[in-house]
Nanobody, 123 residues
Framework: QVQLVESGGGLVQAGGSLRLSCAASGRTLRSLPVAWFRQAPGKEREFVAS???????LYADSVKGRFTISRDNAKNTMYLQMNSLKPEDTAVYLC?????????????????WGQGTQVAVSS
């Protein structure tokens, strides 16, 4: 099983940017489908972005054009670049790995999770 540790969260004003990191150990991320999810208080875990086994990226409509998911195989780390942040982006962001090869928007399909990092966007 792969171990995941997120970092990079914080408080930012609306319109600002943050880059989240997810460092992996135990397995190489390049051999695994990976994804970012988020969960706001009182809400269900929500799909944000993913990279499939063949490198195809997928984004939720709510973040398309603003967020970019990427992966650095040499560092065994994945990233989520978040631009033009909005107050509704406020949530705990979690990285996930070891999902279906074709990717998935369902959190139940991923076997490994990080502990999450808090992102707060003020208006």
């Amino acid at each position: 099983q792969v171990q995941l540790v997120e970092s990079g969260g914080g408080l930012v004003q609306a319109g600002g940017s943050l880059r989240l990191s997810c460092a992996a150990s135990g397995r190489t991320l390049r051999s695994l489908p990976v994804a970012w999810f988020r969960q706001a208080p009182g809400k269900e875990r929500e799909f944000v972005a993913s990279i499939t086994l063949i490198g195809r990226t997928l984004y939720a409509d709510s973040v398309k054009g603003r967020f970019t998911i990427s992966r650095d195989n040499a560092k065994n780390t994945m990233y989520l670049q978040m631009n033009s942040l909005k107050p509704e982006d406020t949530a705990v962001y979690l990285c996930a790995a070891d999902g279906p090869p074709a990717g998935s928007t369902l959190p139940t399909n991923f076997n490994s999770w990080g502990q999450g990092t808090q992102v707060a966007v003020s208006s």
